[in-house]
Every structure is written in structure tokens, then in C-alpha cells.
């Protein structure tokens, strides 16, 4: 590998000219004048408002547990970026719409001062120029916040606002579909509606209805005494309105569904749904719906003992009334889907103690799932050897960690599950710790997961518990999320799309891993998804220096220089460890899951970013260790 000229740290700084180094060190990264170029192995790579506080409300049944969903405020804007245009002298008049909002208050904020207390603004602003406007809205339980620029000029031509679904617009061929764009500078102005380039419409709304399948190519123009402006969508006429659910299995190379729970506790289910229409859930027990469950999150606890079906059902139902597929696009039908849930319910296995004989660091890689990354499939420097199979890939990772050597996780959902040959105990303090190689500039957050085997069969695919940290509960911490990677062409970046209508792509990085696949070689489909929480990346570039930093989080995540490692003093980026708590597990409804000891773990790349010509974020690991049973520590 090329690599640059100036080792850079906190304490020193090396120079030396272009050279090929097969090493493994701990060194971060190199520089050549104000650019940061990626490197080898152990060395780092820098790099709608949601927020869901489920509460545990009450019991229907001996068997059954329902859930009210508290969130704060929705703000939806009446322009899809959130920018008006108002020509001086004229009213600008902003009218967002609510949800969420009993008992809310309402204020306008412009240059410190508040200038509305009412839901809608209408306002004139006397002078050109930019002004920024904050609308808060508080209830009882929760605030939210948007960031509003009014452009203030002396031409303002119209300004189109068409709201798609985030996942795109299909339709389903036959219905109708009504189109109502928010328009900003309306007054005196004209409308053309053109489909495939023909003309179909000359009045502020449409009626979209097309009766063969395939992609049609819809623009609307609109002109004023100002200027004219136009806006195109591509809308998909299928033969029936998709509704996806996926409820993910704990574990990926497993065909097997069962939902496996201790008696006495309460199974938390949340499935992920895709639909372009606002749906309507309903849980239903043995076949026989629950009454008041028709939350997204679903808690079920057995009263004893058995096998049961939980049925979640997904239904868009809208015969006589239109529904809202987006603020601006409202559609008449039916369309329902079904997913069973088979659950069973046992005594939970006991604790396995530590003995004689029994080590305090994980003895077995369960599954190896990485995302798509540049050091996967990487022989130079990661150590693969052509491992096409998901066992070769477990026996791969194992016996990097069985030497210390760091296991890359790849781009966000990429994961490791290892298990001991005992278990952990809760004692209430740091039962475990997990080595990475982050320091104070290069943190690739790694989410922790624990499980109980609680039935008993020594395999990880009873349920997950996410270990709570510095971010979780934050609006801007994502719990549902979930990331499609696409198998690319031989030496080409590897494309991706979420599950909240975002794309991107895992650059390949040629010079400096030059395999021809950053998509894992085992695994055999085509595409595959990656489920769990995604936080915030705190990745940012200097404008000075071109540096790449990825900035650190509290405490909580592998790899990560946070408040729960003893000495956070890294400059040579050698394997160290975070520390972490079993008391921190929590449900999917954030309440305690309180496990008195835990059988297996998980670490997942925690943050989708990249940091330029340094690649993905990836999370490193290196060494599980048992604290409790540490005699050295």
C-alpha cells in the first residue's frame, strides 16, 4: 500500500517519503501536506424527527400486554425543503400542518423576537434578504423544532412543493389518485399538467388514474406575472400497492422465526413495515385479534408455559374516504397483509457458572454478517483467505480475535456474535469489556447487544436486549433502522438504501484495498438487510487542514473513546478496551429488561457515514472478556 508522508498524532509527527508497508501497527493514519489518505488493518478510518418512547400501559389479559405510544409533534412544512420565496411588500403566509399537538403551543421566532403565536404564519417582511424563522411547537409531553428561510425578493416567481413517499411513488393501477402541490406565489398564475409530455390538465390539482402498469413521467408548470417554475415525478403504476414486513430473526443465516420468551417476562415485538400509504396495525393472539393493539410495538407475556402464533396485520382500508399518502397526494382502496409470529414460551435455562477451566474471553463467532467495507474480503491487510462460506468467515473471525487481531464490522448494521463458554453475570457494575482501537479523533461507534439462552440450546436466537448508551433516546437516534446493501460489479462501489428513503454507496478505495468485492464473498443473495439503531455520526472535516475526525460519544459503544474505559490515552491506536453493564439492557420500549446474567453478544456498527477518501465508518473489534471473572484487571 501507498501510504503518506506524515505520521500525524497528538505526540509526534514523521516524516518519510511514499513506501510500500506491510505492517500491522496501530498507526491511524498519514498525510501528505493537508490530505488525510486511509491505511491498513488496525489503523482507523475517520471519518422525519423521529423519536419513540414506548410505555408498558396496561394488562387486557392474563396473557396479553397493549401499548400506548407517546411521541412528540410532528411539524410537517408546506415546502418540501423548507425555503419560501415572497416577493417584498407581499404577505408570506406559511401553513405547516400538525400532528401529535393536544394542548400545543404554538411560536414564530425571527432575529430573537417572536413574531406568531399562532399555528399558521402570515407575515410581511419590508425588506430583501434572507430571514431564518424557528417554529417551536410544545405539548405536555414533548417539544419539536423546525429551521425556516424566507427569501424576501423582488421577483418571486412560483415555488412548487410536491411531497412523494420516501420509499417512492407506486400506485396501484385503476385508482385514483389526487395530486394537490402546495404552491407559493400563486396569485393570478396559470398551471399545466403534462404526462410522458402530453397535456392532461390545466387546474391546481390532478387526478392521476392509469390502468396499464409501468413509469410515468408526470410535470406540473406553473407560471406567474414573476417567472415559472416547474416540478417532475415518477410514479410506478403496479398491479398492487406493496406492503412489506419483515420481522427480523436474531439471527441472519437462520430460517427460523420463533420468538423465544422466559416466562414471567414480556416479549416486545416490532416489526418493519414498508408501505407508501399511512396504514393501520392490528395484533391478533391465536387467531383472535387483541383488542386495543393496534400500536407498531406489540408486548406479549404469557401467563404459562407453550407455543403461540402472534399475527401481526398491516391493512391500508380506505373505501370511501381518501387517505393521505403524503400531504399532498390522498388515494381510495384496500390492500392488507399478514405476518405470523410463532412464539414459545418456556422456563428459562439456568445459569451456567464459571468453573475451573472456563475462559474469561468469548470461545465461539456465531455469525460474521459485516456490511460491505473496504478491509472485507481484504487479504493484504485483514487476513482473509478467499472464506466463501458463512462457517469459514465465523472460523476467520475467530481466530483473529483468538490472537488479538481486530475483526473489521464494515459500513452501519455490519455485526459480530460471539458467545462464552459460561455465563456473564449482572453484578451491577462492568461485567464485560469489549477492545477496539478508537482514540480521540477516530471513534467508529459499535452498538452493544446481549441475550439470555434462554432456551437452553446453546445457539444465540432468543432476543436481543440493546445495551443503553450516551445517545439512545435522543431525536436524533434512530431505533428502527434498517439498510439494503446491493452485491456491486466486480470493482465498484457498493450501492445501499435505507428503510427512510436515503441512498448511498460504500466507495471502493482501490489504491489502498484493491479486492474486487467490499461485499461479503458468503453471502449468496444478491441483496441483503441490516436491522438495529444507527446514531448520529459526529464525522466532520476541517476546512483548514482537510483532516478527517470522527469525534467521540459519551459512553456506551465499542470502539469508542468514551467515559467508560479507564484510561482513554490512545496515541498509538492499540487494541483498548470499553467497559460495559448488563444492568443497561433495556426492552424495545426503553424499560430495564433487568437479565441477571447474559450468554452471548452482539456488536453493530453504529453510525452510516463516510469520511471522503478515507471510506466508510467501521466499527473494530478485537477481544470480549468476562470483567467479573478478570483476575488481571
Not at 392474563?62 to 411539524?75: G, K, R
Not at 392509469?210 to 403504476?237: A, F, H, P, W
Request: proline share 5%; aromatic share 12%; charged share 20%.
Amino acid at each position: 500500500m501507498n501510504l503518506g508522508q506524515m505520521l500525524f498524532n497528538d505526540k509526534c509527527k514523521v516524516f518519510a517519503p511514499f513506501y510500500y508497508i506491510p505492517m500491522e501497527i496501530g498507526i491511524k493514519y498519514f498525510l501528505q501536506g493537508n490530505f488525510s489518505i486511509k491505511i491498513i488493518n488496525i489503523m482507523k478510518k475517520y471519518l422525519l424527527l423521529f423519536s419513540l418512547t414506548i410505555f408498558l400501559f396496561a394488562c387486557n389479559k392474563d396473557e396479553e400486554i397493549s401499548q400506548d405510544v407517546v411521541v412528540p409533534p410532528v411539524i410537517e412544512l408546506d415546502s418540501e425543503d423548507g425555503i419560501y420565496v415572497v416577493k417584498i411588500g407581499k404577505e408570506v403566509v406559511i401553513e405547516p400542518t400538525y400532528q401529535n399537538v393536544d394542548y400545543a403551543v404554538y411560536s414564530w421566532k425571527c432575529n430573537g423576537r417572536i413574531i406568531s403565536d399562532e399555528p399558521q404564519l402570515k407575515y410581511i417582511f419590508n425588506e430583501c434578504g434572507s430571514y431564518y424563522v424557528t417554529l417551536r411547537v410544545d405539548t405536555r409531553d414533548a417539544s419539536a423544532e423546525e429551521e425556516i428561510r424566507v427569501d424576501v425578493n423582488e421577483l418571486a416567481p412560483p415555488v412548487i412543493s410536491l411531497v412523494t413517499p420516501s420509499i417512492g411513488l407506486k400506485v396501484v393501477a385503476g385508482r385514483e389518485y389526487i395530486l394537490t402541490p402546495d404552491i407559493q406565489n400563486a396569485e393570478g398564475a396559470t398551471y399545466l399538467w403534462t404526462l410522458n409530455g402530453n397535456e392532461v390538465g390545466t387546474e391546481n390539482t390532478y387526478t392521476f388514474k392509469q390502468d396499464e402498469l409501468g413509469t410515468y413521467e408526470l410535470t406540473l408548470t406553473v407560471t406567474n406575472e414573476d417567472g415559472q417554475s416547474k416540478k417532475t415525478v415518477s410514479i410506478e403504476v403496479v398491479d398492487k400497492l406493496p406492503i412489506e414486513i419483515v420481522v427480523p430473526s436474531s439471527l441472519y443465516f437462520t430460517e427460523n422465526n420463533t420468538k423465544y420468551v422466559e416466562l414471567g417476562r414480556t416479549l416486545f415485538v416490532r416489526p418493519f413495515v414498508s408501505i407508501s400509504a399511512e396504514p393501520s396495525y392490528q395484533w391478533s393472539l391465536d387467531g383472535q385479534p387483541i383488542e386495543g393493539a393496534n400500536s407498531l410495538v406489540y408486548g406479549f407475556k404469557p401467563a404459562k408455559t407453550g407455543e403461540h402464533t402472534l399475527t401481526f396485520t398491516v391493512k391500508y382500508d380506505n373505501q370511501r374516504t381518501k387517505a393521505a399518502l403524503t400531504r399532498n397526494i390522498a388515494v381510495s382502496g384496500v390492500d392488507e397483509v399478514s405476518v405470523n409470529i410463532p412464539v414459545k414460551c418456556c422456563e428459562a435455562a439456568g445459569k451456567r457458572p464459571f468453573a475451573a477451566g472456563n475462559s474469561i474471553y468469548s470461545n465461539k463467532v456465531y455469525e460474521f454478517v459485516p456490511a460491505p467495507g473496504q478491509f472485507v474480503n481484504e487479504t493484504n491487510t485483514a487476513g482473509f483467505n478467499g472464506e466463501s462460506t458463512h462457517e469459514a468467515a465465523c472460523a476467520y473471525a475467530q481466530k483473529r480475535l483468538d490472537n488479538e487481531q481486530y475483526v473489521s464490522l464494515g459500513g452501519w448494521g455490519g455485526y459480530i456474535v460471539v458467545g462464552f463458554d459460561h455465563s456473564i453475570e449482572n453484578k451491577g457494575g462492568y461485567d464485560f469489556s469489549i477492545k477496539g482501537n478508537a482514540f480521540d479523533s477516530s471513534n467508529e461507534p459499535g452498538i452493544v447487544w446481549v441475550m439470555q439462552d434462554v432456551n437452553g440450546d446453546g445457539l444465540p436466537n432468543d432476543e436481543w436486549y440493546e445495551l443503553k448508551g450516551s445517545e439512545y433516546g435522543k431525536p436524533e437516534t434512530i431505533q428502527d433502522y434498517a439498510v439494503t446493501y446491493f452485491r456491486p460489479g466486480p470493482n465498484m462501489d457498493t450501492q445501499w438504501q435505507d428503510n427512510k428513503g436515503n441512498k448511498g454507496a460504500i466507495d471502493r478505495l482501490g489504491n489502498y484495498h484493491p479486492q474486487e468485492f467490499y461485499y461479503p464473498l458468503w453471502i449468496e443473495e444478491d441483496s441483503y438487510t441490516l436491522y438495529g439503531t444507527c446514531l448520529k455520526a459526529r464525522t466532520e472535516q476541517s476546512p483548514s487542514t482537510g483532516m478527517w475526525s470522527n469525534n467521540p460519544f459519551g459512553w456506551g459503544y465499542a470502539d469508542n473513546i468514551g467515559d467508560d474505559m479507564p484510561d482513554k490515552n490512545n496515541p498509538g491506536a492499540a487494541a483498548i478496551g470499553n467497559f460495559f453493564k448488563i444492568s443497561d439492557a433495556v426492552n424495545i420500549d426503553g424499560t430495564s429488561a433487568n437479565l441477571t446474567h447474559i450468554d452471548f453478544i452482539k456488536v453493530q456498527t453504529g453510525v452510516n457515514v463516510k469520511a471522503g477518501w478515507l471510506g466508510e465508518n467501521s466499527t473494530e473489534v478485537f477481544k470480549f472478556c468476562d470483567e467479573n471473572n478478570n483476575n488481571d484487571k
